[in-house]
DNA sequence: TTGAATGCTCAAGTGAATTGAGTTAATGCT
DNA sequence: AGCATTAACTCAATTCACTTGAGCATTCAA
């Protein structure tokens, strides 16, 4: 969903690019790091090592937080990752508006707005972000060649396939080449992404999966989304649509249905048809008021939550599960605490340190930040070579 | 699954070896090709695939196969795979008695034999390795260091999880190293996996997956296993163990039970048990005599099979779904034209080119044939950095 | 106090790529 | 037929980024 592809093949500047983005990353997803110790997860010598960081220090993309003494010997100097260093672009188009967000290099939110949509048009979209970008990096004071990237988050699937037409589609955006409109107009490099797996990834680069390389993400948004990290990166099938969670049948006692008739948003605002349309926060409310309605629906959603992680746990045995997405921390807290953990599942091991099932960001910006850190999970990866 | 992690880092000397192993594997997998279309298809200069071609000839691994003009301009020399080149040692393990199969570089099945084991403790499996490797390469007349791995295939799960237990464990081998007892006693590098992942491997490297780098593969062994390749790389999951698909629910006219239930031999075997025991040969027999009991097995399995099919299209979104494993290939026939293919999936698109569900390789033989296809897909896949 | 361990820098050396000029061999145009 | 064009390939020089080895600084432990 990238672009174009990397070149395969590897020269002495492409190591150095992809030396870089080792080092940043390793320093991101440890905090602070010393030369030796860089260079001894690597493979690297020192020198090496000093060389790529004199060049990122001058970038402006580490600084020095003093020598710390881990035993015998001289002690090192730590270096960590500059958040003001570079800025990433998230850009959620959804139906009726466009969220916009931007983190800074240790993927905190500097700024994120919302802008209505006046048309759907692709050309006019396109240029109501631009303007958007504008005002905020203007806002924020951040130099526009301090941004690195933008992700762009959209309604899947992509392309015609048999669960298109949903209502969420984006009506005229089907055929036309998304990250090449985006990358154009801003003069950026894109990624492109589902919600699901835009979430997934924010969970990487700040949260729950911090530091984690193979693990699972839920995703409440219109329907229901999975995204799925495998060595660090999403796995977004041959036509990047993998993770439709939502469309696969459990068992319930009215027969089967689609996971999504169960576990959505739409789901809970069908069953509570009679306490009128409810956002995150109306849920939140008549979650913290234990009504009757909302928790008998939470126990259905839980019987088919077991299900799922049952389905997700023996197809990709993650390290963990996260649920997050548009649903209040403390719905998605109750389902974690509540959901019966299926026994017959290679998930279900002694020797885990991580729990099985567990919270992740809740709340209305998610994917959109998640956008954002698909940038930033790229800046600190180094780039696999695929054929 | 590998003995060790390859360093992360990038210098001169792992962009040669990541280089080769990228032009190996582009001109097996295009079968041959010139000089300047490889430098073209890996952002490299003409000069250094020159090079690289230069030092795999000198060891072997290429062979010049005459010039072919393509159009204006002096001809290229065109290069393919020389299959005697190098060779790969497929090794599976089960509770009976080990397989062990040679591969030669263009994946060509050299010789293969079947031994029955004596004893089941891993110091005892390992010398009757030993001994069958020395024989095997003997008869063959292949050296020992044109050997470049061996690849080992057993059943998983690994590691104590929810599902083991099963007959299909091996006893005594769920706590010790495995990958490194045989590295240390082949002195060879030695993937390791279970038999699903092997077998789709095998299908990459010489099968119905040919050139393919999303796809999944659905395996009739004991149970029934799924192996999923992203990127041309395995997905194993945090643990080793994913693919587990015989677990999962679906949805019977008898209510909830396990794909294995409907969709295996043991399922087969359970419902013609009045047959007496049927090995690959005895179901094709019934299947070419159209058995009726057979068949009413085969109505449900497809059923069972068509909700699989779901789950995965729409988790993974692969190219294709390849069917294979210990089944007579009249049976996977069957179940390819049988089949109900989901509407309601992302792998339903008009613009596919591939087949949703085709046969693979089917026999005895597939999981250990795909053992060794584990060390041909890596010498012939630049190894991806991870970190 | 001394020696071992550890972090780091400087300068020289090395491996593998790129660059640019030049050769060879096809096709296409006149 | 002759000549320009295109393409594949080689040789030699250069460049890039990593490694190596010598040397210094700082800390801990005996």
């Not at 997860?41 to 790529?52: H, K, P, R």
């Not at 050309?123 to 924020?140: I, N, P």
Request: charged fraction near 20%; hydrophobic fraction near 45%.
């Amino acid at each position: 969903m990238t672009i174009s592809k990397p070149p395969i093949g590897s020269n002495a500047e492409r190591s150095r690019s992809s030396n870089r983005q080792a080092v940043l990353g390793c320093i991101q997803s440890a905090g602070e790091m010393g030369r030796a110790a860089l260079a001894r997860s690597f493979g690297l010598s020192t020198q090496a090592v000093s060389n790529i960081i004199a060049e990122l220090e001058a970038d402006g993309l580490l600084i020095e937080r003093g020598v710390r003494a881990l035993g015998r010997g001289q002690p090192a100097m730590q270096y960590s990752v500059n958040p003001k260093g570079g800025y990433a672009l998230g850009i959620e188009v959804r139906p009726d508006a466009v969220f916009m967000a931007i983190l800074d290099l240790s993927g905190k939110e500097v700024s994120s707005q919302r802008s209505v949509l006046k048309s759907l048009e692709p050309r006019k979209v396109v240029a109501q972000v631009q303007k958007l970008r504008a005002e905020m990096l203007q806002k924020s004071g951040i130099e526009p060649d301090r941004v690195l990237g933008a992700g762009v988050v959209m309604p899947g699937p992509f392309g015609q396939t048999g669960l298109s037409g949903n209502s969420s589609d984006l009506p005229g955006w089907q055929s036309i080449d998304v990250a090449r409109l985006f990358s154009e107009a801003l003069g950026l490099a894109v990624e492109l992404s589902n919600d699901a797996n835009a979430a997934a990834m924010a969970e990487r680069i700040g949260g729950a999966a911090h530091g984690l390389s193979n693990y699972a993400y839920i995703y409440f948004g219109a329907g229901l989304g999975l995204g799925l990290v495998n060595q660090g990166q999403l796995v977004a099938g041959a036509y990047g649509n993998a993770g439709e969670i939502g469309q696969i049948p459990i068992f319930t006692p009215d027969g089967p249905m689609p996971l999504e008739a169960r576990l959505s948003r739409i789901s809970v605002q069908r069953r509570l048809a009679n306490k009128g349309a409810l956002d995150v926060a109306a849920l939140g409310a008549l979650m913290a008021s234990e009504d009757a309605d909302l928790l008998a629906w939470l126990d259905d959603a839980c019987a088919a939550l077991s299900q799922a992680v049952m389905i997700i746990e023996n197809l990709f045995d993650p390290e963990t599960i996260i649920l997050g997405g548009a649903m209040p921390g403390s719905i998605l807290d109750f389902m974690v605490s509540n959901v019966d953990l299926p026994v017959l599942s290679v998930g279900n091991r002694e020797d885990k340190t991580l729990p099985r099932l567990q919270r992740g960001a809740a709340g209305r910006m998610t994917a959109t930040l998640g956008a954002a850190s698909l940038v930033l999970n790229r800046a600190f990866t180094p780039q696999a070579a695929v054929l």
